[in-house]
Nanobody, 120 residues
């Protein structure tokens, strides 16, 4: 079993910053992908930032140059640094991690989400 625990969400004024964290724990052989999604009220879940193992980070156009994804592989942790936040960034943010078990089977896991609210 694998658990993902997110933290760092909250209420911030427009122009402010927040840092989200997501820690993966449990039976982990290797992690091949870590990323962040978000879902605003009444909208579909969308990819915010992705960080494949050994690859380059990628971002949604709406957050490019404002958000930064990073990983601490020793801690099985992924971060999302969010700057210059806008009310349009208000959403529940979900951590998404791809994990390989000892039998080389890949499974995708989701966190429960952390709410980010940006006030104008």
């Amino acid at each position: 079993q694998v658990q993902l625990v997110e933290s760092g969400g909250g209420l911030v004024q427009a122009g402010g910053s927040l840092r989200l964290s997501c820690v993966a724990s449990g039976t982990i052989f290797s992690i091949f992908y870590m990323g962040w999604y978000r879902q605003a009220p009444g909208k579909v879940r969308e990819l915010v930032a992705a960080c494949p193992t050994g690859g380059s980070p990628s971002y949604a156009a709406s957050v490019q140059d404002r958000f930064t994804i990073s990983r601490d592989n020793a801690k099985n942790t992924v971060y999302l640094e969010m700057n210059s936040l806008k009310p349009a960034d208000t959403a529940v943010y979900y951590c998404n991690v791809g994990i390989t078990d000892a039998y080389l089977r890949g499974t995708e896991y989701w966190g429960k989400g952390t709410l980010v609210t940006v006030s104008s």
